[in-house]
């Protein structure tokens, strides 16, 4: 096999690693295993496996084969508007799990999926991210052998993962059947080499992922944000537009999106993450988020007949809700089009406070505020690649991309001076 430097020469830096935030990925030191990757990488962990020389033909960084991908998993590829921005589905479902596991991120549908696959005896393993010892959020991905071990693995370790570091433990083993847990840029390498794993079995169970981080920026995000960041206990992003963090003792602290101090953060966010275009999780056979759901619910898409084949599984031990769909996004994000051209200084308190109650007020909820953030991330991303990466822009931006941000052409033509396409 050629060397991966002469596969993929526009994405492999020469000397230092990857960029920003991979020198300190979860607990581990800078050290050698991320020599010679591409300067995008995620740390999905597939590099750490001896898969590591067939990377160039996995790696979502260095060739994005959505199209191809979804073509193989999901029989077709994306057709409507929605799907161009939530993936190929056949159904949608705002449900969670009755009773709800209080230890999950929220209803806890996701770890009891991977538990019931275990119990029927449909796998022989489930990869799942679990805490390092010692940690409340620190990822250690994990081969859960029983219900039990999946169940413990609930709740979100959210920084960086390299949950597929496990593939080699599995192919030494008697495992022929596994549930894979995790987030796109995982999915996407997993899917990729899928065939060649001589698995009988792979059920891929997605959960939705944006704007990750290294732990130890992790652990200052919420030393920025937070009264009391050592007693933190689980954190989300929320659609009422305003960070939730649990406290120890029970208590709820939010804090406004529009009161993050990002100038403060700096440049916390790897810029694989920043050039990443699968929020939604789209390769999975099952994602299960909870953006497009009211509060308090998860959001399920179900993409192909593996996929119907998990929710029925899961189905007896859900409720179910009405997706719904409120407000319209359009002018909120051709706006943010216009401030990601020209960043403006953070408002005075008072004027965030007022920003805030109107966001709440009357910013989209249901799917459509899930379109919007979708979309946000996407322009986000498409400018971060072409200031950044402009050479890559060709093979890591996915078709879909443009045709879901078609609607904002003359707003980007108006911001960047140039075409979205
Ligand atoms: C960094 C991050 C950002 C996210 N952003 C969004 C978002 O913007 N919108 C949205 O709808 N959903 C998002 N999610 C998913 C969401 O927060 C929940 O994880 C999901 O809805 C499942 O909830 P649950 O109660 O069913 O999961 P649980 O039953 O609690 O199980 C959580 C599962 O997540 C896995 N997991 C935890 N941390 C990681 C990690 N770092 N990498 C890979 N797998 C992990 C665990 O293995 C576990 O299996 C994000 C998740 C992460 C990790
Ligand atoms: S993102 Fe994954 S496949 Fe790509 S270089 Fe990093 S570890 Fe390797
Ligand atoms: S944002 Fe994208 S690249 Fe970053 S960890 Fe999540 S899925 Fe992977």
Not at 23 to 34: A, V, W
Not at 391 to 410: D, G, K, M, S, T
Request: charged share 25%; glycine share 6%.
């Amino acid at each position: 096999m050629q060397s991966l430097e002469l596969q993929i020469p526009d994405n492999t830096i020469e000397s230092d690693g990857p960029t920003k935030g991979l020198q300190t990925i979860t607990l581990l030191s800078q050290d050698e295993r991320l020599k010679g990757r591409p300067k995008l990488c995620s740390d999905c962990g597939f590099c750490d496996t001896s898969l590591r020389p067939a990377m160039a033909q996995s790696c979502v960084f260095v060739e994005n084969k959505t199209e191809a991908l979804e073509q193989q998993f999901h029989g077709r590829v994306r057709e409507t508007a929605d799907e161009m921005l939530f993936g190929v589905y056949r159904e949608m479902y705002a449900a969670r799990m009755h009773p709800p596991n209080k230890h999950a991120q929220w209803s806890g549908a996701t770890t009891k999926l991977g538990a019931l696959l275990l119990e029927h005896q449909l796998v022989d393993a489930v990869i799942t991210t679990r805490a390092a010892l010692g940690t409340r959020f620190a990822p250690e991905p994990f081969l859960a052998r029983t219900p039990d071990e999946v169940i413990a693995s609930a709740g979100n370790k959210p920084c960086l993962s390299p949950g597929l570091n496990l593939l080699d433990e599995i192919q030494n083993s008697n495992i022929r059947r596994i549930a894979f847990i995790g987030v796109g840029c995982q999915v996407h390498a997993l899917r990729a080499i899928q065939d060649q794993l001589g698995l009988e079995q792979i059920y891929v169970i997605g959960i939705p992922c944006s704007d990750n981080v290294a732990y130890p920026d992790l652990q200052r995000f919420l030393t920025l944000i937070s009264r009391s960041p050592e007693t933190v206990v689980h954190y989300e992003f929320m659609q009422d537009f305003s960070v939730h963090l649990r406290h120890e003792d029970g208590r709820i602290e939010k804090v406004n999106f529009i009161d993050i101090p990002m100038a403060e953060l700096g440049d916390v966010f790897p810029s694989a993450c920043l050039s990443c275009f699968d929020y939604p999780n789209t390769l999975a056979d099952i994602t299960i988020g909870y953006m497009g759901a009211e509060f308090g619910w998860q959001w399920i898409l179900v993409r192909n007949e593996t996929g119907q084949a998990l929710l029925n599984l899961l189905r007896p031990l859900l409720e179910f809700s009405e997706l719904t769909t409120r407000g319209d996004r359009h002018a909120a994000v051709a706006s943010y089009i216009t401030r990601l051209a020209q960043p403006s200084q953070r408002p005075p308190a008072l004027i965030r406070r007022l920003i805030a109650f109107l966001m709440r007020r009357r910013g989209p909820r249901g799917l459509e505020f899930a379109r919007s953030v979708i979309e946000m991330k996407l322009l986000r991303n498409v400018q971060h690649v072409r200031d950044r990466f402009a050479r890559l822009e060709q093979r890591i931006v996915p078709y879909h991309v443009y045709q879901a941000l078609a609607p904002y052409q003359n707003a980007y033509w108006d911001a960047f001076d140039r075409d979205l396409r």
